[in-house]
C-alpha cells in the first residue's frame, strides 16, 4: 500500500516560487510513475505534470510548461515540483499521486495536498 504526503505549500507573491515535495512509504517507489494534479476553488481537479519510473521523461499540462518542473529522487522516495513565475490562477490544492497520464482518472494514489495560494 503507498501512502503519500505532500508538503512545501503556502503563502507567495505572484512570481514568486515554491516547491512542493512528495515522498512515498513504499520500497518500491522506482516501480511508479508519478503525478501532480491541482484543484482550484470551484473547479474539477486537472493534471499538471507527470514523471517517468525513472525520471526520464517528464510531461506538462500547457498551463504550467515553462514554469514547473517536475523532479525525483527515487533514493529517498520523493517527487518534487518546482514551481517559478507564480501566477494568482495557480492558487489550488495541489496533489501527488501515482499513475501517467493527463487526466486525474489515470492516477489512483492520492495524498491528501498541499494548499498553495498565490497573492497578486
Known amino acids: 500500500q503507498v501512502q503519500l504526503v505532500e508538503s512545501g505549500g503556502g503563502l507567495a507573491q505572484a512570481g514568486g516560487s515554491l516547491r512542493l515535495s512528495c515522498t512515498a512509504s513504499?520500497?518500491?517507489?522506482?516501480?511508479?510513475?508519478m503525478g501532480w494534479l491541482r484543484q482550484a476553488p470551484g473547479k474539477e481537479r486537472e493534471w499538471i505534470a507527470a514523471i517517468t519510473w525513472a525520471g526520464g521523461s517528464t510531461y506538462y499540462a500547457e498551463s504550467v510548461e515553462g514554469r514547473f518542473t517536475i523532479s525525483r529522487d527515487n533514493a529517498k522516495n520523493t517527487v518534487y515540483l518546482q514551481m517559478n513565475s507564480l501566477k494568482p490562477e495557480d492558487t489550488a490544492v495541489y496533489y501527488c499521486?501515482?499513475?501517467?497520464?493527463?487526466?486525474?482518472?489515470?492516477?489512483?494514489?492520492w495524498g491528501q495536498g498541499t494548499q498553495v495560494t498565490v497573492s497578486s
Open positions: 499521486a501515482t499513475g501517467l497520464g493527463n487526466r486525474p482518472q489515470d492516477y489512483d494514489r
Open positions: 513504499v520500497r518500491t517507489f522506482s516501480e511508479y510513475a
